[in-house]
């Protein structure tokens, strides 16, 4: 397809405490599987059926080929990652940002 997502997975925090004259910028997560589901019409953050995996770069990025429609991404890496919602457009590939919890408080 002509369409799809593109994207990046990152890990953070990376320290215990952070502040402005110290800033602790998240990092990219490397070479990681990133999981693209079915969204479930009308529901907002909630995954049905698996449709694609592919894993990061080293850099954390990712590309993956779809048809147009409404997916959910997550990846598998540190403690958790978010649901995130996008929207894939005939034509184009949606850009999404995958966050995902170090558990470092």
């Known amino acids: 397809?002509?369409?799809?997502?593109?994207?990046?997975?990152?890990?953070g925090p990376q320290c215990p405490v952070e502040?402005?004259?110290?800033?602790?910028?998240?990092?990219?997560?490397?070479?990681?599987?990133?999981?693209?589901?079915?969204?479930?019409?009308?529901?907002?953050?909630?995954a049905g059926a698996e449709i694609a995996r592919t894993t990061t770069a080293a850099?954390?990025?990712?590309?993956?080929?779809?048809?147009?429609?409404?997916?959910?991404?997550?990846?598998e890496a540190g403690m958790s990652c978010e649901l995130i919602d996008a929207r894939v457009a005939r034509g184009t590939y949606a850009e999404v940002d995958v966050p995902c919890d170090t558990g470092i408080r």
């Open 1 to 11: 397809p002509d369409s799809g997502l593109t994207g990046v997975v990152h890990l």
């Open 19 to 46: 502040n402005s004259k110290e800033p602790c910028d998240d990092r990219a997560a490397p070479r990681v599987t990133v999981i693209v589901s079915d969204q479930i019409p009308g529901e907002a953050y909630v």
């Open 59 to 75: 850099d954390g990025t990712f590309t993956v080929a779809l048809a147009p429609g409404q997916y959910v991404v997550t990846a």
